[in-house]
């Protein structure tokens, strides 16, 4: 499920053209098949954001070397990366009635025997161990097929008298934009039962399972949601507090956490006609890390984001302004967590930077992983979006032709809390600043051709051990979609 800033959708299917004709099955069930196809080239440089190539043997906390593991996005090179992948998607709708949709889609990725399912994307020639002969290379299984989605959704009003519904099994989930919980990229097995008492209102309550331990212990990590959405016209208001039970010892033996998530989000779209919209998102949160052995310690982290959006009338032209923001820890030995906690995917965060967070480590110093809490500049902080971050971006999109589209955004980066990203004495809060560009061209029915890429010059926290400045990083990929 997916809850937006005016409307709450249950059914995240594939984009299906207009002009498709559905196969149909015995008994009038509609089926309806598709998927989508993506090739890809990637070339990204140190997006390790140290010395690049000056430091062969580099590393940071044992977390970067050289022989980086091709992933989604090129993160950790030291000196540069290049690599190609591609993306399979098989999707199928099966609609029974009015009331009731099932869903499956299927999704490509390899398997590796140290890091299992991890990549959506499949790195071309990323298995061998298929050939035979004198040259035995490639000729080899490289792919498996996962479920990426598969759901049961019932809708009807013949229970309460008013739109009512279900929906069970494996799906995307993003709260909002986002901020705080966006499992969009795997999906998470989930229940969701919602009620519209008003045409406008839409009100659900869902629970997630992240992970299950013993069946017979209290293991496991689960999470519980309360959702509402008020769709007016011009304008939506939504709500969301989310309660994270986690007794499955992600940090340690014995380790649980206990985490609750609120969040008030609104917009306007377009404001007394002038084409100038506005959308706003708070979040708070709340709860324990128990049990560490030595003390309890408190969540207290925030995040905010506001943006105003102007649309030309007359060309197809959208600017936009943002700023947003997460909150740090002071310390990483307190005895509280005041970093923003995020939990996500491998898609970009809320920031849309595609070099920092995305690619590159990042402020965030309020990390839960396997190994406790993470710092700040490791590996395990790429990807965490608003945490310890705050941006302000500027820039629009622009339809050059009908069939061409360009993407121009500036970003200024800094930290909520000093850190000290490469090991330097002296922490700062200086970031840095990222440009970012992005043609699309439509070649043919469902076939888009893309560059998209950025360029990021880091600030005084990145400054190395020894007080020399880090080096800039840049990314640019290029690749076919094709969507049917």
């Given at each position: 499920?997916?809850?937006?800033?005016?409307?709450?959708?249950?059914?995240?299917?594939?984009?299906?053209?207009?002009?498709?004709?559905?196969?149909?099955?015995?008994?009038?069930?509609?089926?309806?098949?598709?998927?989508?196809?993506?090739?890809?080239?990637?070339?990204?440089?140190?997006?390790?954001?140290?010395?690049?190539?000056?430091?062969?043997?580099?590393?940071?906390?044992?977390?970067?070397?050289?022989?980086?593991?091709?992933?989604?996005?090129?993160?950790?090179?030291?000196?540069?990366?290049?690599?190609?992948?591609y993306l399979l998607k098989?999707?199928?709708?099966?609609?029974?009635?009015?009331?009731?949709?099932?869903?499956?889609?299927?999704?490509?990725?390899?398997?590796?025997?140290?890091?299992?399912?991890?990549?959506?994307?499949?790195?071309?020639?990323?298995?061998?161990?298929?050939?035979?002969?004198?040259?035995?290379?490639?000729?080899?299984?490289?792919?498996?097929?996962?479920?990426?989605?598969?759901?049961?959704?019932?809708?009807?009003?013949?229970?309460?008298?008013?739109?009512?519904?279900?929906?069970?099994?494996?799906?995307?989930?993003?709260?909002?934009?986002?901020?705080?919980?966006?499992?969009?990229?795997?999906?998470?097995?989930?229940?969701l039962v919602f009620v519209q008492p008003i045409k406008?209102?839409?009100?659900?309550?869902?629970?997630?399972?992240?992970?299950?331990?013993?069946?017979?212990?209290?293991?496991?990590?689960?999470?519980?949601?309360?959702?509402?959405?008020?769709?007016?016209?011009?304008?939506?208001?939504?709500?969301?507090?989310?309660?994270?039970?986690?007794?499955?010892?992600?940090?340690?033996?014995?380790?649980?956490?206990?985490?609750?998530?609120?969040?008030?989000?609104?917009?306007?779209?377009?404001?007394?006609?002038?084409?100038?919209?506005?959308?706003?998102?708070?979040?708070?949160?709340?709860?324990?890390?128990?049990?560490?052995?030595?003390?309890?310690?408190?969540?207290?982290?925030?995040?905010?984001?506001?943006?105003?959006?102007?649309?030309?009338?007359?060309?197809?032209?959208?600017?936009?302004?943002?700023?947003?923001?997460?909150?740090?820890?002071?310390?990483?030995?307190?005895?509280?967590?005041?970093?923003?906690?995020?939990?996500?995917?491998?898609?970009?965060?809320?920031?849309?930077?595609?070099?920092?967070?995305?690619?590159?480590?990042?402020?965030?110093?309020?990390?839960?992983?396997?190994?406790?809490?993470?710092?700040?500049?490791?590996?395990?902080?790429?990807?965490?979006?608003?945490?310890?971050?705050?941006?302000?971006?500027?820039?629009?999109?622009?339809?050059?032709?009908?069939?061409?589209?360009?993407?121009?955004?500036?970003?200024?980066?800094?930290?909520?809390?000093?850190?000290?990203?490469?090991?330097?004495?002296?922490?700062?809060?200086?970031?840095?600043?990222?440009?970012?560009?992005?043609?699309?061209?439509?070649?043919?029915?469902?076939?888009?051709?893309?560059?998209?890429?950025?360029?990021?010059?880091?600030?005084?926290?990145?400054?190395?051990?020894?007080?020399?400045?880090?080096?800039?990083?840049?990314?640019?990929?290029?690749?076919?979609?094709?969507?049917?």
């Open positions: 499920f997916v809850l937006g800033l005016t409307a709450l959708s249950y059914a995240v299917v594939a984009e299906i053209p207009s002009d498709t004709t559905a196969a149909v099955a015995k008994g009038k069930t509609q089926i309806t098949l598709g998927g989508e196809i993506q090739v890809r080239g990637s070339m990204a440089n140190n997006t390790a954001v140290g010395e690049g190539d000056t430091k062969p043997s580099y590393t940071r906390g044992g977390n970067f070397s050289r022989g980086v593991i091709k992933s989604d996005s090129p993160w950790g090179c030291i000196g540069a990366c290049s690599y190609y992948d098989l999707n199928l709708e099966a609609k029974l009635s009015p009331n009731t949709t099932g869903f499956v889609e299927l999704v490509s990725g390899p398997y590796d025997s140290t890091y299992g399912y991890k990549l959506n994307y499949v790195p071309f020639g990323y298995q061998q161990g298929g050939a035979r002969g004198a040259y035995q290379a490639g000729n080899t299984k490289e792919s498996t097929m996962w479920i990426s989605q598969a759901w049961i959704l019932y809708q009807g009003s013949g229970l309460l008298g008013v739109p009512a519904g279900i929906k069970v099994g494996r799906q995307p989930i993003k709260l909002g934009n986002g901020v705080f919980l966006d499992h969009s990229y795997f999906g998470d097995d989930a229940i406008e209102l839409t009100l659900a309550a869902a629970t997630i399972k992240f992970a299950e331990g013993y069946s017979d212990n209290n293991d496991d990590a689960t999470a519980y949601s309360l959702i509402g959405a008020y769709a007016g016209k011009g304008f939506g208001l939504s709500a969301d507090v989310t309660y994270v039970d986690d007794q499955s010892s992600d940090l340690a033996t014995g380790t649980e956490i206990h985490l609750w998530n609120f969040g008030l989000r609104g917009n306007v779209d377009d404001i007394a006609g002038t084409g100038l919209g506005f959308r706003a998102d708070v979040e708070f949160q709340t709860g324990k890390v128990k049990d560490l052995g030595t003390t309890e310690l408190d969540i207290q982290g925030w995040a905010g984001l506001a943006g105003l959006d102007y649309k030309f009338k007359e060309i197809p032209v959208k600017l936009t302004l943002e700023y947003g923001i997460g909150s740090g820890d002071k310390s990483e030995t307190g005895d509280k967590i005041e970093g923003f906690i995020t939990t996500k995917g491998y898609e970009k965060s809320v920031i849309g930077t595609f070099v920092y967070d995305y690619i590159t480590p990042t402020a965030c110093n309020s990390v839960v992983s396997s190994g406790g809490l993470a710092s700040a500049g490791s590996s395990a902080t790429v990807k965490a979006g608003l945490c310890n971050t705050q941006y302000v971006k500027l820039g629009g999109t622009a339809n050059i032709t009908k069939d061409i589209g360009f993407e121009l955004y500036g970003y200024w980066l800094r930290a909520h809390k000093a850190v000290a990203l490469n090991g330097n004495a002296s922490t700062d809060k200086d970031l840095g600043w990222e440009a970012d560009a992005k043609i699309t061209y439509k070649i043919d029915k469902g076939l888009t051709y893309f560059v998209e890429g950025g360029y990021f010059w880091p600030g005084d926290a990145w400054k190395m051990s020894d007080g020399r400045d880090a080096d800039d990083a840049w990314a640019v990929r290029h690749g076919l979609i094709l969507k049917f």
